[in-house]
């Protein structure tokens, strides 16, 4: 099992030490560093600043919106930085929520999720392999667009620059089990935002058929201390985010996903009290065993008997979300 770093997206402004924290698990060996994006910072700037300042380690999205780009859009970033980083890019994707697409990017949530995300990838794949002009009769993502309100002007194209890799790996971010079983038949591999190796059950159904070589890569928070209970609040924190605020009370994918891995009751308490505005009550009410299973927290001998549950799964990259050079040194000393 390898390690990643995940710094996510930026808060009020840029964090002065994403670019420390990448070279520094780029010392310590860990495999990929990944940025991302909600309505604020883009996910593939930061990528590129720190590509111009570290050499060897790989650089991931985890997950460039698609409802931000075109799928030609999106693959021409992904081949321009896999060029300037010299074969380095990963490019994760994910389709967001209803709120957010409608919300934030003003463009309509597809009905049919399913068919959106495989035309999207249709398209990236076509760009990148650039073995023909991008062609694609599709219900969101047509190429070239023959919608009633064009020009019938368009002409199928294929990107004037050469990308450096063909295969360049794609991977998704996926919540629903039909979402999940399609990404292990279209991508390379998955990012799955919450993973318990004590609950494999929840994914059982949709990872069957494995390809060989597919990537399964999960962000667990992780912080090396003393006090178990203060350690998990930041995870607990960002649970009552996700699973409260980041989606509608009827539409919620995140609290679905809480659901299914066994805190169902729990997952609509969070979601009413966060609705309610009262937030701290929200954040006290994630369960600690659900923070817990999902995240790398407490003392060294702790996560070190922990991270070997995570290493008898399927995790094939295990990407780190902390800011504490200590806890990543750590974890490198225990993985090696």
């Given at each position: 099992?390898?390690?990643?770093?995940?710094?996510?997206?930026?808060?009020?402004?840029?964090?002065?030490?994403?670019?420390?924290?990448?070279?520094?698990?780029?010392?310590?060996?860990?495999?990929?560093?990944?940025?991302?994006?909600?309505?604020?910072?883009?996910?593939?700037?930061?990528?590129?600043?720190?590509?111009?300042?570290?050499?060897?380690?790989?650089?991931?999205?985890?997950?460039?919106?698609?409802?931000?780009?075109?799928?030609?859009?999106?693959?021409?970033?992904?081949?321009?930085?896999?060029?300037?980083?010299?074969?380095?890019?990963?490019?994760?994707?994910?389709?967001?929520?209803?709120?957010?697409?409608?919300?934030?990017?003003?463009?309509?949530?597809?009905?049919?999720?399913?068919?959106?995300?495989?035309?999207?990838?249709?398209?990236?794949?076509?760009?990148?392999?650039?073995?023909?002009?991008?062609?694609?009769?599709?219900?969101?993502?047509?190429?070239?667009?023959?919608?009633?309100?064009?020009?019938?002007?368009?002409?199928?194209?294929?990107?004037?620059?050469?990308?450096?890799?063909?295969?360049?790996?794609?991977?998704?971010?996926?919540?629903?089990?039909?979402?999940?079983?399609?990404?292990?038949?279209?991508?390379?591999?998955?990012?799955?935002l919450y993973w318990s190796p004590t609950r494999p059950q929840a994914?059982?159904?949709?990872?069957?058929?494995?390809?060989?070589?597919?990537?399964?890569?999960?962000?667990?928070?992780?912080?090396?201390?003393?006090?178990?209970?203060?350690?998990?609040?930041?995870?607990?924190?960002?649970?009552?985010?996700?699973?409260?605020?980041?989606?509608?009370?009827?539409?919620?994918?995140?609290?679905?996903?809480?659901?299914?891995?066994?805190?169902?009751?729990?997952?609509?308490?969070?979601?009413?009290?966060?609705?309610?505005?009262?937030?701290?009550?929200?954040?006290?009410?994630?369960?600690?065993?659900?923070?817990?299973?999902?995240?790398?927290?407490?003392?060294?001998?702790?996560?070190?008997?922990?991270?070997?549950?995570?290493?008898?799964?399927?995790?094939?990259?295990?990407?780190?979300?902390?800011?504490?050079?200590?806890?990543?040194?750590?974890?490198?000393?225990?993985?090696?």
């Open positions: 099992m390898r390690l990643g770093l995940a710094l996510g997206y930026w808060g009020r402004g840029p964090s002065a030490d994403h670019v420390p924290l990448a070279q520094e698990a780029e010392r310590l060996g860990y495999h990929s560093v990944w940025t991302a994006e909600s309505w604020g910072s883009d996910a593939f700037t930061p990528l590129t600043w720190i590509a111009a300042q570290t050499s060897r380690i790989k650089l991931g999205t985890a997950v460039a919106q698609m409802a931000a780009r075109s799928p030609t859009t999106t693959a021409m970033h992904a081949l321009t930085l896999d060029h300037l980083s010299g074969g380095r890019m990963m490019l994760g994707l994910g389709l967001s929520g209803p709120q957010v697409v409608e919300g934030w990017y003003g463009r309509p949530f597809p009905k049919s999720p399913l068919t959106a995300t495989r035309e999207y990838v249709d398209v990236v794949r076509q760009v990148l392999r650039r073995e023909a002009p991008v062609e694609l009769d599709g219900r969101f993502h047509s190429h070239p667009y023959r919608g009633p309100d064009g020009t019938g002007l368009g002409k199928p194209l294929k990107p004037i620059t050469h990308p450096l890799r063909a295969e360049l790996p794609v991977l998704l971010g996926a919540e629903g089990p039909k979402n999940i079983a399609q990404t292990t038949r279209i991508a390379d591999g998955w990012l799955p994914y059982e159904a949709s990872l069957t058929e494995l390809p060989e070589g597919f990537l399964i890569a999960p962000m667990a928070r992780a912080h090396v201390c003393d006090d178990l209970a203060e350690g998990l609040l930041p995870v607990k924190a960002m649970l009552g985010f996700y699973i409260g605020g980041m989606g509608h009370a009827a539409r919620n994918f995140h609290a679905d996903l809480m659901a299914r891995m066994g805190f169902e009751e729990e997952a609509r308490r969070v979601q009413e009290l966060f609705l309610a505005g009262r937030r701290e009550e929200a954040v006290l009410a994630v369960p600690d065993a659900f923070a817990d299973d999902i995240s790398l927290v407490g003392p060294r001998e702790r996560i070190a008997e922990r991270l070997e549950l995570w290493r008898k799964g399927p995790v094939t990259d295990l990407l780190v979300l902390s800011t504490d050079p200590h806890t990543l040194r750590v974890l490198a000393e225990l993985n090696s």
